[in-house]
């Protein structure tokens, strides 16, 4: 990391603490392809906020699979994780690829009966960020993650595109709008609903 990142960390992080090693020892769950350990670190923070973004950093130095669990000052809790890949030729230090980020402060439920950590890691990935992916449990974590993504672009294409049919001041461009608005609208539709 460099300099200004590791000064970004210390200013918005007191204490960083190994509370869990999730393996095929202590999960009674064998190794995954890809997954042999996930550990989850507990961030106690010095603010109300910590710049995500910088976490996702630190994280894709880390030589492991990773759960954070954040502890701000007023003792609230958040579970945070990052869904990345492990890089094939690791670039300045980064041994993974962030793909997306998932928070949540409600408490996770686990049931511990998947068949490898890979499959604990992406059931993990998908209880915390049960409120944002779309699609059915059922499908695939990458599907469902790049479902999201998709949805939130489109939401942000019908957003411009209702300020470009408002400010519009000819009526017969405001329905040219309004008939692209009402496309992407129907596309938003058919991802929410399956």
């Known amino acids: 990391m460099t300099q200004n990142e590791k000064q970004l960390l210390r200013q918005q992080i007191s204490q960083i603490s190994v509370t869990h090693q999730l393996d095929s020892k202590t999960l009674n769950i064998p ?37 954070f669990e954040l502890v701000y000052p007023d003792g609230r809790r958040s579970t945070l994780i990052h869904f990345k890949q492990k890089r094939t030729n690791p670039k300045d230090g980064r041994n993974y690829k962030i793909i997306r980020s998932f928070q949540t402060e409600q408490e996770l439920e686990l049931d511990f009966q998947e068949r490898d950590l890979d499959a604990f890691y992406e059931n993990l990935v998908q209880t915390t960020g049960q409120a944002t992916l779309v699609g059915n449990d059922e499908s695939n974590l990458q599907e469902r993650i790049q479902q999201t993504d998709q949805l939130a672009k489109l939401e942000m294409e019908a957003k411009k595109l209702e300020k470009k049919m408002f400010a519009e001041k000819s009526m017969r461009k405001q329905m040219d709008w309004r008939k692209q608005l009402q496309q992407v609208q129907a596309q938003i539709d058919l991802l929410k609903n399956g």
């Open 31 to 67: 190794p995954g392809k890809e997954v042999k350990q996930i550990i989850v670190l507990e961030i106690q923070l010095l603010q109300e906020s910590i710049d995500l973004e910088i976490l996702a950093t630190f994280d894709t130095h880390l030589g492991f699979y990773s759960l």
